[in-house]
């Protein structure tokens, strides 16, 4: 069955960092590929980073040069870590899980973890 839990998020100063982490289950981990997504406050949710299907990451203007996606198979688990955090960056991050193929939206989400700059 589909699973996805999230970790990590907390409670950090600006410029702090943070490590997420996204715990998938065998199913998911090999029939989706694992997106990191997040939700501020009265704003629409936003995609963060993911790999391409060119095995490339791929990240939103707002988090390059600070954020970066990893993943471990053997894990079966996606990491994003976060330096120079910024309040903006103040948001319910998600995993989502996603055909591989560019294009297609999520099909399913985890519970999410907060992250709060401040």
């Known amino acids: 069955h589909v699973q996805l839990v999230e970790s990590g998020g907390g409670s950090v100063q600006p410029g702090g960092s943070l490590r997420l982490s996204c715990a998938a289950s065998?199913?998911?981990?090999?029939?989706?590929?694992l997106e990191w997504f997040r939700q501020a406050p009265g704003k629409e949710r936003e995609g963060v980073a993911r790999f391409k299907s060119n095995r490339w990451p791929s990240y939103a203007d707002s988090v390059k040069g600070r954020f970066t996606i990893s993943k471990d198979n053997s894990k079966m688990s996606l990491y994003q870590q976060m330096n120079s955090l910024k309040p903006e960056d103040t948001a319910m991050y998600y995993c989502?899980?996603?055909?591989?193929?560019?294009?297609?939206?999520?099909?399913?989400w985890g519970q999410g973890t907060q992250v709060t700059v401040s």
């Open positions: 989502a899980a996603a055909p591989c193929s560019d294009g297609y939206p999520p099909l399913y």
């Open positions: 065998a199913y998911t981990y090999s029939r989706y590929c």
